[in-house]
């Protein structure tokens, strides 16, 4: 598929009217901050490379509480 003339000035025009009739003239504004915000702390994320992922604790052979054993329920015969 080839999208060389996708993003033109009148498909741009048409792209961006059809996303303001959408989502309207007061929602526009906050959709680019949050946008924006979510682009810088990525960006951030990249340069500091991110939290280190903390090791998984292995857990201890002996449960910190006993186990109660297991109930057994008597089954009625269907007739």
Request: hydrophobic share 45%.
């Amino acid at each position: 598929m080839n999208l060389g003339g996708l993003f033109e000035g009148p498909h741009l025009l048409i792209l961006l009217l059809i996303v303001f009739v959408i989502f309207g003239a007061k929602r526009l504004p906050e959709l680019g901050k949050g946008l924006g915000e979510g682009l810088k702390g990525f960006k951030d994320g990249i340069k500091s490379g991110g939290d280190p992922i903390p090791p998984v604790q292995a857990q201890s052979a002996a449960p910190a509480q006993p186990v109660a054993p297991p109930v057994e329920q008597k089954q009625t015969p269907v007739v």
